[in-house]
Structure formats: structure tokens, C-alpha cells
């Protein structure tokens, strides 16, 4: 009985971190994070930020590829090996690709999206026409939102999700808050408060 179990959730953790992979290593390889500053200091509005919001979305995307790997050795495990072990595969691999093909079809936005890089743009573009909010505007997305460091002005009510960077929390504890949370911002949005 206790084998059985420990199979199972031993084939779902491996299935967790495999469909996670994409955006918890490659974004966050030394040479991809040589233009911006540490976490978890706010990130300056320019086109590097805007590219990594559309590397972060194509990395959320990419796990429904990645769920194939262990769908294939979860079927493999029932097949021919321990079932527990191959259905824990296959219940989270089929969980994450059910998730993700959900919030398509009901436009549930992820915590990277399109429209998330167009509204980054559409500040970029107001801060450097005569509508600015200052003369000398400097962007920055912080933690809530994004806001201009010379006059302080709100430009935008947003959360940051996870941008790829390094986390200043240590590798483990880092680790375990992405999986936990997806990548997606662990404070509300200052309008809601």
C-alpha cells in the first residue's frame, strides 16, 4: 500500500518539475539576465523587458510539450512497469495540459501574456511622446506597479510576475516559491487594496 503511494507521488513530483523546466532554467541563465538588475529591484520599461515578458509567455506555452515526456514514460510505466508510478505522471501531466488549454479557450490570462507586453509598450511610448508624465521620465516596473523613479508618478497598476531573473531568496526556497506559484505575482494588484 505504502509502496503504491509513494510511487504515485514520486511519478507526479517528477511530472511537476518536468512540465516546469522551461521557465524555471532557461530564463534564468547568466548570459539572459546580463541587462537587467538583481530580483527583486524594479526592472527599467525598454525593450529588453518587453522581450522577456514574450520569452516568459512562450516558456508557459512550451510545458505543454514538455508534459509530453512524461506522459510518454508514464504510459510507459503503466504498461510495463509500476501503475501507481505511471498514473501520478500521467494524472499531473494531463492536469497541466487541461490547465493550460482551459485558460485559452476561456482567455484567462497567464501570468505572462501578449497583452501584458503590448501595455509595457503602450508606457514606453507615452514616456517618450510630449504626453509624459515629466520631462525627464524613467520608467520602472516595481512590484505592484509601474511607476516613474523621477516624479513618482503611477503609470500603471500591475503586478511582476517572476521575469526569469535569479532570485535573492536562495535556490531552494526560490525553487519551491516558482513551483508553488507558477511564476505568477504573489501580491494583488494596488487597485484591488
Not at 510505466?77 to 501531466?93: E, N, Q
Request: with cysteine; proline share 7%; glycine share 6%.
Amino acid at each position: 500500500m505504502w509502496d503504491m503511494i509513494s510511487n504515485f507521488i514520486f511519478g507526479a513530483v517528477f511530472a511537476h518539475l518536468i512540465t516546469r523546466i522551461p521557465f524555471i532554467t532557461f530564463p534564468r541563465l547568466k548570459t539572459w539576465n546580463e541587462q537587467f538588475p538583481p530580483h527583486p529591484e524594479p526592472i527599467y520599461v525598454d525593450g529588453h523587458l518587453i522581450q522577456r515578458v514574450l520569452h516568459m509567455r512562450m516558456f508557459y506555452w512550451l510545458a505543454i510539450i514538455f508534459a509530453i515526456i512524461p506522459l510518454f514514460f508514464g504510459w510507459a510505466s503503466l504498461r510495463y512497469g509500476s501503475a501507481s508510478l505511471g498514473f501520478g505522471m500521467w494524472a499531473v501531466s494531463c492536469w497541466l495540459i487541461l490547465n493550460r488549454l482551459t485558460a485559452f479557450i476561456s482567455s484567462e490570462n497567464a501570468p505572462w501574456s501578449k497583452k501584458m507586453a503590448i501595455e509595457l509598450q503602450m508606457i514606453r511610448n507615452e514616456c517618450d511622446s510630449e504626453q509624459s508624465c515629466c520631462s525627464i521620465p524613467h520608467p520602472v516596473w516595481q512590484i505592484t506597479a509601474v511607476r516613474c523613479t523621477n516624479c513618482g508618478m503611477n503609470l500603471k497598476s500591475m503586478p511582476r510576475p517572476d521575469l526569469g531573473r535569479p532570485r535573492k531568496d536562495g535556490k531552494i526556497r526560490g525553487f519551491v516559491r516558482l513551483l508553488l506559484t507558477d511564476g505568477r505575482p504573489i501580491v494583488a494588484n494596488e487597485d484591488q487594496n
